[in-house]
């Protein structure tokens, strides 16, 4: 069961790779998309800030996306 919960898991990330069109811009190169999340990880530790910036543009994104699904099938 847990190795069901790890896989479903590590496929939402990949998905989320995909939905902020990284996979697009790298061209579906992996050590492509390995070295930008290396970055973003230095980043992240250099910059206490940018963990919260992050957090509130996905949160806003998310909510962007779930407006746009609502409107998009007559909910909104």
Do not use: P
């Amino acid at each position: 069961m847990a190795r069901r919960e790890r896989t479903r898991h590590l496929i939402e990330l990949g998905g989320l790779i995909q939905k902020a069109g990284l996979v697009e811009l790298a061209d579906d190169d992996r050590a492509t998309l390995y070295g930008a999340l290396l970055d973003l990880a230095a980043k992240a530790r250099e910059d206490g800030n940018a963990l919260a910036l992050w957090k509130r543009r996905g949160k806003r994104a998310f909510d962007a996306d779930a407006e746009g699904n609502r409107e998009q099938f007559g909910h909104g």
